[in-house]
């Protein structure tokens, strides 16, 4: 049975259609990285707006939405750049993935209030759930013996890592979805925001650590071969694929547990904490690394919640959110 909670969280993004997240995507590419998609002009929007500018500057027209207020970037082409919409010319700020987060300051008492279940595990009841948690546990070997106590390092490896299993889900959903002309049952935003979340972890620590070009290699070299293995895993097993990523999780709480001690042993400096992440996370001004490790740690829970969840309504044969939705206000039954 869910909690309250967790249904909240599954449901969250049911009426959130997947249209708004491609045009995000769009929205991302053309005003978060204008230069190098006017460089290789892969969308047609991009060449639209082009053609539009090179027009008004031939006619010296005064440029479209030049009178209204943009905040952003200074632009690289002034003409080109100020023929485009306003909500085109600024970055998407990402959403926490945990509901409250923005109705206050989260201090410290806070994040260590939060009920996350820190010794949680799923225990595994089929062959694949025991093969799902011993891959996840061998994973986690070498890396114990490569980054031992460097826990920075070490939580850059697991975001980078972590970070793609929601995007290669959603994205396989997506095209099934397309494929089998068929809705996908409200997960492609869950999956797609659980990535959004993990990437927001990764660029948080390396506000903080910056590892070497050769630990940068390594790391990229075994986010590849991640992403081939788990894309693959998807296609044939995704109930497995959520498995694994709830026993990664697991392993993910862990982590972060064990980052908290030696911030509370005086083994890692308790810096202030980045920018990136008071803004994140809605944190108090002066908060430091250990609220940010808590923080962290309790949106890994969560990822760890869902993604058995998920695999368990895969083997329960009732993926689709929309059937536990209460209808009984009358509203029409919608499905994407
Ligand atoms: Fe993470
Ligand atoms: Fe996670």
Redesign the pocket.
């Known amino acids: 049975m869910l909690t309250p909670s967790t249904q909240s969280l599954l449901l969250r993004h049911a009426s959130r259609p997947a249209a708004t997240y491609s045009a995000a995507c769009l929205r991302q590419a053309i005003g978060g990285t204008q230069t190098r998609a006017f460089g290789i002009k892969t969308t047609l929007r991009v060449q639209e707006y082009i053609s539009k500018a090179i027009k008004n500057d031939q006619a010296k027209e005064k440029p479209a939405h030049s009178d209204m207020q943009v905040t952003g970037p200074k632009p690289v082409v002034d003409t080109i750049f100020a023929s485009m919409p306003p909500e085109l010319r600024v970055p998407m700020f990402p959403e926490p993935i945990r509901d409250g987060i923005k109705d206050h300051k989260w201090g410290t008492n806070d994040l260590e209030a939060l009920d996350i279940g820190v010794t949680k595990h799923r225990i595994p009841d089929r062959i694949s759930d025991k093969i799902a948690l011993w891959a996840v546990k061998s994973a986690r070997r070498p890396t114990d013996i490569f980054f031992r106590n460097k826990y920075l390092h070490r939580s850059v490896m ?2 980078v890592v ?1 970070a793609v299993p929601g995007m290669v889900g959603a994205l396989i959903r997506h095209i099934r979805s397309l494929q089998g002309m068929r809705h996908d049952g409200g997960w492609i935003g869950h999956l797609l925001h659980e990535a959004e979340n ?1 990437r927001m ?1 990764l660029m948080t620590w390396m506000e903080i650590g910056k590892p070497v070009l050769w630990e940068r290699a390594l790391i990229a070299t075994v986010q590849t071969g991640f992403f081939a293995v788990f894309s693959l895993l998807y296609m044939v097993s995704p109930r497995t694929a959520h498995r694994v990523v709830g026993y990664l999780e697991e392993e ?1 709480v862990t982590s972060y547990t064990h980052f908290i001690k030696e911030i509370d042993a005086g083994r890692i400096e308790n810096v202030p904490a980045p920018d990136v992440a008071i803004a994140y996370w809605n944190l108090e001004p002066n908060s430091t690394l250990r609220d940010v490790v808590l923080a ?1 740690r309790a ?2 829970a969560l990822h760890r919640d869902t993604n058995h969840h998920f695999s368990d309504r895969i083997e329960a044969r009732r993926e689709s959110l929309f059937e536990d939705l209460d209808h009984s206000d009358g509203k029409p039954k919608i499905k994407y």
């Open positions: 697991l975001e972590a993990e972890h993910a962290v949106d890994e």
